[in-house]
T-cell receptor, first 116, second 114 residues
Framework: DVKVTQSSRYLVKRTGEKVFLECVQD?????MFWYRQDPGLGLRLIYF???????EKGDIPEGYSVSREKKERFSLILESASTNQTSMYLC???????????????FGPGTRLTVT | GDSVTQMEGPVTLSEEAFLTINCTYT??????LFWYVQYPGEGLQLLLK?????DKGSNKGFEATYRKETTSFHLEKGSVQVSDSAVYFC?????????????FGKGTLLTVNP
């Protein structure tokens, strides 16, 4: 079974702190993703990495950066946390198949981040 | 751009009732369509998918048919159980490499009462 793990289930940080969220997958997937999930807004893509050292901005990249130095690990960085970044953060991975986008994404359990 | 619209919840049903959650999409080209489910306290997991028109995805008693003529992918189950209580997300994807994109609907909360 594919396993996607996230470093913390719950995290509380103060405004202005630098925050690292880590995600690791064990199935040698090329693609990895970071989403945030907010009530009434569904999932929104923050950043996407289609391979090691490759990254693409998603729909809401402002205030975030990412790092993908190894294939299995994809980190989300909040350079200076703000209260409007309080949210559930979900990581996912995927093995791309062809050009139709038909393969599924596998999700981690999520990190609930509270910024006070 | 591409978008997914699904019926707003919450949806509350009694056990053994019939479930339909509507999903329609707007997209150019030939997307793949998915239903993901999120149980309380967990991440999302794939429920079913369809990659071309008229395909039917099915899993755990749930079904959805890819209807290109109506741009729809409605989720159905004939008899729901309390354990089906969760948030359901409709999604579409297309493209490859750096052009790949997955677009989600906003989710529908389903509560099934005994």
């Amino acid at each position: 079974d594919v396993k996607v793990t996230q470093s913390s289930r719950y995290l509380v940080k103060r405004t202005g702190e630098k925050v690292f969220l880590e995600c690791v997958q064990d199935m040698d997937h090329e693609n990895m993703f970071w989403y945030r999930q907010d009530p009434g807004l569904g999932l929104r893509l923050i950043y996407f990495s289609y391979d090691v050292k490759m990254k693409e901005k998603g729909d809401i990249p402002e205030g975030y950066s990412v790092s993908r130095e190894k294939k299995e690990r994809f980190s989300l960085i909040l350079e200076s946390a703000s209260t409007n970044q309080t949210s559930m953060y979900l990581c996912a991975s995927r093995r791309p198949t062809g050009t139709s986008g038909g393969s599924e994404q596998y999700f981690g359990p999520g990190t609930r981040l509270t910024v006070t | 751009g591409d978008s997914v619209t699904q019926m707003e919840g919450p949806v509350t049903l009694s056990e053994e009732a019939f479930l339909t959650i509507n999903c329609t999409y707007t997209a150019t080209g030939y997307p793949s369509l998915f239903w993901y489910v999120q149980y309380p306290g967990e991440g999302l997991q794939l429920l079913l998918k369809a990659t071309k028109a008229d395909d039917k995805g099915s899993n755990k008693g749930f079904e959805a048919t890819y209807r290109k003529e109506t741009t729809s992918f409605h989720l159905e189950k004939g008899s729901v159980q309390v354990s089906d209580s969760a948030v359901y997300f409709c999604a579409l994807s297309k493209g490859g490499g750096s052009n790949y994109k997955l677009t989600f609907g906003k989710g529908t909360l389903l509560t099934v009462n005994p």
